[in-house]
């Protein structure tokens, strides 16, 4: 069983910047790939960035592409996601999940095993 936690949402203005965390308890996080979604109000879950369980390969959404990064260090249980050039459609609740067997340009929220909780994210225009 894996425990995800993430933090680091907020309220940022337009063309601002944040770093979320996503921190693993539970289990080793090297044994599973990571991927962050998002959810708006009335929208379905989207696949933001994913990240191979060695950190060596990862993946955006053509939506966040450019802006976007997602990282890991195993050694600290921990995946992050910097995101720039934040614009109000970027805002959402951001879950990350873990999945193990499942990695891919775009990763599937069915195909994930463990999930956050979420941490708000909200860019005023």
């Known amino acids: 069983q894996v425990q995800l936690v993430e933090s680091g949402g907020g309220l940022v203005q337009a063309g601002g910047s944040l770093r979320l965390s996503c921190t693993a308890s539970?289990?080793?996080?090297?044994?599973?790939?990571m991927a962050w979604f998002r959810q708006a109000p009335g929208e379905e879950r989207e696949f933001v960035a994913g990240i191979s369980w060695s950190g060596r390969s990862s993946y955006t959404a053509d939506s966040v592409k450019g802006r976007f990064t997602t990282s890991r260090d195993n050694a600290k249980n921990t995946v992050y996601l910097q995101m720039n050039g934040l614009k109000p459609e970027d805002t959402a609740v951001y879950y990350c999940?873990?999945?193990?067997?499942?990695?891919?340009?775009?990763?599937?929220?069915?195909?994930?095993?463990?999930w956050g909780k979420g941490t708000l994210v909200t860019v005023s225009s």
């Open positions: 999940a873990a999945a193990g067997y499942h990695y891919g340009p775009t990763m599937a929220p069915a195909g994930m095993d463990y």
């Open positions: 539970g289990s080793t996080l090297s044994n599973y790939a």
